[in-house]
């Protein structure tokens, strides 16, 4: 079974998260006027005040955190409010991301197309290199090589 402090601290995380179950925090809440104090907490939990209410309460814990969490709950409508402004800067992150990716595929379209070039490019020039060794035949005056001996100091200069 909760302890007292249990139903406490539930009951605060209701009327931060703005969702009272309590019909009068509900009310509230719906008005925009709830505020999370000692009082709205205990009604919330269904328990008495007293256990939190003054400075040297019987639970202090439970009563710092009240007063941490003091002032104004969320309302549903700040609620829907702020879950729009956050959708709504999702969807613009979302916008960007999809050019940015968009403009990275046409990049690498690109690049594909312009290898492609330079493999052609290649191939092209070792043909034409293949073509014009075999086309020059080799003398061996041209090499500086003379005679048929090619072991160095035999033959040379």
């Known amino acids: 079974m909760p302890s007292a402090a249990d139903d406490y601290f539930a009951a605060l995380e ?3 998260q703005g969702e009272p179950t309590h019909e009068k925090n509900r009310e509230l ?14 009604r919330e939990a269904g328990r008495s005040r007293t256990p939190i209410a003054k400075e040297d309460c019987d639970l202090p814990n439970v009563r710092k955190a009240i007063l941490k969490a003091g002032g104004r709950a969320a309302s ?13 800067e999702l969807k613009d ?13 046409t990049l690498l379209v690109d690049a594909a197309a312009e290898l492609r070039d330079l493999e052609t490019t290649i191939f092209k020039l070792k043909d034409s290199l293949k073509v014009q060794h075999e086309a020059t ?19 040379g200069a």
């Open 93 to 105: 992150q979302n916008r960007i991301l999809q050019l940015q990716v968009s403009r990275m595929a």
């Open 137 to 155: 035949p080799v003398r061996p005056g041209l090499l500086g090589i003379r005679g048929s001996d090619p072991s160095p100091g035999k033959g």
């Open 14 to 16: 209701r009327l931060v």
């Open 29 to 42: 809440a719906s008005k925009g006027k709830l505020s999370i104090t000692p009082s709205s907490v205990a």
């Open 76 to 88: 549903a409508r700040s609620r829907r409010t702020k879950n729009r402004n956050e959708i709504d």
